[in-house]
């Protein structure tokens, strides 16, 4: 076996060599190429910050006059046109489209306020025309002084008539004597009335009681099974405590129509009570099914969730339990 003297170990080959100087050669440019940088890029100018040190400032600008009216211009233009409105004495239950876009409205506003009277709506006081779906605060402050709502009977009578135009001594009161009467305005004679028969058209003959009031009346009475007392009136849906109020003097309770027995009804019939939950009618159901039927009210009031006493007070005159 040859021994290898030291000097072999370090001993390199040409082609060894040549790789090493290559390597040295790109280190070397490695290192030197970014001193180059400068002399190899042309230097910028100094930013000019006039204009940013303006706006800060809100002081004129000495330079670049053209970029500023530029911003000027788009400032300008950014902000919407003002619109000309003509302020006027209007009936928003009679005024036009066109009206209501002179008064400074837009057109879309002006048309959602003829789409809520064609479908039946009028305005009674200046607040109801603040309810209109779009309608500006600013622009309701605007108009408010200019809102003049005339009656019913007036606006009817409103239009001259031929015959009065041939009189120069007529009155200009507008007349009044051939005006249509709705329901409320028709003089009601006091009649008092049972709360779990009368008809709608009996409903009708109390005071302020109109045909809608009337059906919804009885249409939350035949859901009950009858009102178990002259109070269940109030909670028809709609209906002014003053008009309950009003009416209540002539109102006469009765028993309940119809009941409904907790240990023969499916889900669906506890659901439809108006007095009871979705919820209560399903844990009413699970009690029923685990622990049978209920023999009397006590035995009903045992279910502990879902009820509370005030409740069982109210469901007490419509529960039967045969």
Not at 85 to 90: D, K, N, Q, R, S
Not at 169 to 178: K, M, N, V
Not at 191 to 204: G, L
Request: charged share 25%.
């Amino acid at each position: 076996m040859r021994n290898y003297t030291l000097q072999e170990y370090f001993a390199y080959t040409r082609l060894e060599r040549s790789a090493c100087s290559v390597l040295i050669v790109l280190c070397v440019s490695g290192f030197l190429l970014p001193l180059t940088f400068p002399f190899l890029i042309k230097k910028s100018g100094k930013p000019d910050f006039t204009e940013v040190q303006h706006f800060a400032s809100l002081t004129p600008a000495p330079k670049s006059t053209a970029g500023l009216a530029h911003t000027a211009n788009f400032t300008r233009s950014a902000k919407p046109a003002a619109t000309s409105a003509e302020l006027f004495t209007f009936d928003p239950n009679t005024a036009s489209k066109e009206e209501f876009v002179r008064l400074g409205l837009s057109p879309r506003t002006a048309q959602t306020i003829l789409n809520y009277r064609a479908k039946g709506g009028k305005f009674f006081k200046k607040e109801d025309f603040e309810r209109i779906y779009g309608l500006r605060s600013e622009d309701f402050a605007r108009l408010a002084p200019w809102i003049n709502i005339q009656a019913p009977e007036l606006r009817w009578n409103n239009a001259p008539r031929a015959s009065e135009s041939q009189h120069a001594t007529a009155s200009a009161e507008p007349r009044r004597e051939h005006a249509p009467k709705n329901f409320s305005s028709v003089e009601k004679t006091a009649v008092t009335i049972d709360i779990n028969r009368a008809t709608a058209e009996e409903w009708q003959q109390l005071k302020g009681i109109g045909p809608g009031y009337s059906k919804r009346i009885v249409n939350y009475r035949e859901k009950l099974g009858g009102f178990s007392s002259v109070e269940m009136v109030s909670e028809t849906y709609g209906l002014p405590d003053s008009t309950f109020e009003t009416i209540r003097p002539y109102l006469l309770a009765s028993p309940v129509f119809r009941k409904i027995n907790v240990n023969t009804a499916s889900l669906e019939e506890l659901k439809n009570h108006p007095l009871i939950s979705n919820f209560q009618a399903t844990v009413l159901l699970n009690y029923r099914l685990q622990h049978g039927h209920f023999p009397d009210m006590a035995s009903l009031k045992k279910i502990g969730a879902a009820f509370k006493e005030s409740d069982w007070e109210r469901l007490e005159a419509y529960i039967s339990f045969n």
